[in-house]
C-alpha cells in the first residue's frame, strides 16, 4: 500500500487548500481513508475520514462546515477541501488507511490514530493571520 499526500503550502487565514492523496497497492474498494493533521508539540488528531465502500464521512467537531472530503475511484485519489482556513490548523497533514475488519470501518468521529495501519507522508500546511 503507498499512499502520497500533496497539495499543502502556505495561506492565509480565511483561505483555502486542497490536499490531495493518491493511493496505490491495493485493489479492493473496502477501506477507509483519513486525514490526520498533527502540530508541532501536539498529539496527532483525527481531521475526516471517507468509508469508501459506502460513501460514509465524518469530520472533527473543529474543521466540520470547513472541510470536505471527496473522492475519485477513477484515480483512487481522495481530496481535502479546505476552506476558511485558521493558523491553528497549521499541522503537518497526513493520509491513512485502514481494511475494516471486525472491529469496524473506523471512520467515526474521534478515530485515532491506531485505528489506521497504512500512512503516507505528510504534506505542510502553514495558515497565517
Known amino acids: 500500500v503507498q499512499l502520497q499526500a500533496s497539495g499543502g503550502g502556505l495561506a492565509q487565514a480565511g483561505g483555502s487548500l486542497r490536499l490531495s492523496c493518491a493511493a496505490s497497492?491495493?485493489?479492493?474498494?473496502?477501506?477507509?481513508i483519513a486525514w490526520f493533521r498533527q502540530a508541532p508539540g501536539k498529539e496527532r488528531e483525527g481531521v475526516s475520514c471517507?468509508?469508501?465502500?459506502?460513501?460514509?464521512?465524518s469530520y472533527a467537531d473543529s474543521v466540520k462546515d470547513r472541510f470536505t472530503i471527496s473522492r475519485d475511484n477513477a484515480k483512487r485519489t481522495v481530496y481535502l477541501q479546505m476552506n476558511s482556513l485558521k493558523p491553528e490548523g497549521t499541522a503537518i497533514y497526513s493520509c491513512?488507511?485502514?481494511?475494516?475488519?471486525?472491529?469496524?470501518?473506523?471512520?467515526?468521529?474521534?478515530?485515532?490514530?491506531?485505528?489506521?495501519?497504512?500512512w503516507g507522508q505528510g504534506t505542510q500546511v502553514t495558515v497565517s493571520s
Open positions: 497497492g491495493f485493489t479492493s474498494d473496502y477501506y477507509s
Open positions: 491513512a488507511v485502514r481494511f475494516p475488519n471486525g472491529a469496524g470501518h473506523g471512520c467515526y468521529r474521534g478515530m485515532k490514530p491506531t485505528d489506521y495501519a497504512y
Open positions: 471517507l468509508f469508501n465502500l459506502a460513501g460514509i464521512t
